[in-house]
Structures are given as structure tokens and as C-alpha cells.
């Protein structure tokens, strides 16, 4: 196996060195990613539970109106 040239070698840095800027910025990208998807996370269950109350309430109101027409 010959040596490598210097011209070879600085292509080989240079493509190195460029994968390792791509590997940085896939994990900040990734990092964004998670945080964004917990945000979300956060945010689907606030609304479900806003979504459970309000069914909740409609559903108490049905009763109190079903109650009064009963009594009417």
C-alpha cells in the first residue's frame, strides 16, 4: 500500500471535518426535535383535560335539564 499523497490526505480531513459539522448539526437538530415533541406532549394533555371538563360540565348540564324537565 503506497503512502497517501498531501493532497489526499487534506481531502480526507477536509471530508472529516465536514461529517463532524453534520453530526453537530443533526444532534442539535435532534435535540430541538425532542424538546419540541414534549412540548407538544405537554400541550395534548392539557387539552385533553380541558377537553374531559368541558365534557363534564355539558354533560352535568344535561342532567340538571333533564332534572327540570322531569319535575316541570
Do not use: F, G, Y
Not at 383535560?49 to 355539558?58: P, W
Not at 340538571?64 to 324537565?69: G, I, N, Q, T, Y
Amino acid at each position: 500500500m503506497a503512502p497517501m499523497e498531501q493532497p489526499e490526505i487534506n481531502t480526507l480531513i477536509e471530508k472529516v471535518d465536514q461529517l463532524i459539522e453534520i453530526c453537530d448539526q443533526l444532534q442539535l437538530q435532534n435535540r430541538q426535535l425532542l424538546a419540541q415533541e414534549r412540548s407538544w406532549r405537554e400541550e395534548r394533555l392539557q387539552l385533553i383535560e380541558k377537553n374531559d371538563l368541558a365534557r363534564q360540565k355539558v354533560e352535568a348540564m344535561i342532567l340538571r335539564l333533564k332534572s327540570l324537565e322531569h319535575d316541570s
